[in-house]
């Protein structure tokens, strides 16, 4: 569900009022002035970059890289997802380097659940 209700309502839940928040012109985000937010919404259709320079390319490509990785599962169970998306972020955040250096390193450092 992706009414503006319904965003709205997470919105409120997740981000401190005052805060500001920087979207597309997805009609959902309509209301969030007069819920205490600041918002400004970056038009594709004229610009990726606003004047004031910002601009929402990190969050769509991090978007972007995530749905090509997770089509793979042919369907997450709502329970999971937080977990994949978790995972996706963590690969997003280190696709420049060798995962399994990292994997290795990680379980290097951390006490064995074994001892």
């Known amino acids: 569900d992706v009414s503006s209700k319904t965003l709205r309502k ?7 009022p005052e805060s500001v928040v920087y979207s597309d012109g997805f009609r959902s985000y309509d209301g969030l002035v007069p819920d205490g937010f600041k918002h ?3 038009k594709h259709e004229k610009t990726f ?3 004031n320079r910002s601009h929402i390319n990190g969050i769509e490509n991090f978007w972007g890289y995530a749905k090509t990785k997770m089509r793979r599962y042919y369907g997450i169970d709502r329970k999971h997802f937080c977990l994949y998306l978790k995972e996706m972020e ?6 420049q380097q060798d995962l399994g250096l990292i994997i290795t390193k990680l379980l290097k450092s951390s006490k064995s659940v074994l001892d």
């Open 10 to 16: 997470i919105i409120r839940t997740k981000i401190i």
């Open 49 to 51: 970059v606003e004047k």
């Open 40 to 42: 400004y919404r970056v």
């Open 90 to 95: 963590f690969r997003f955040n280190h696709r």
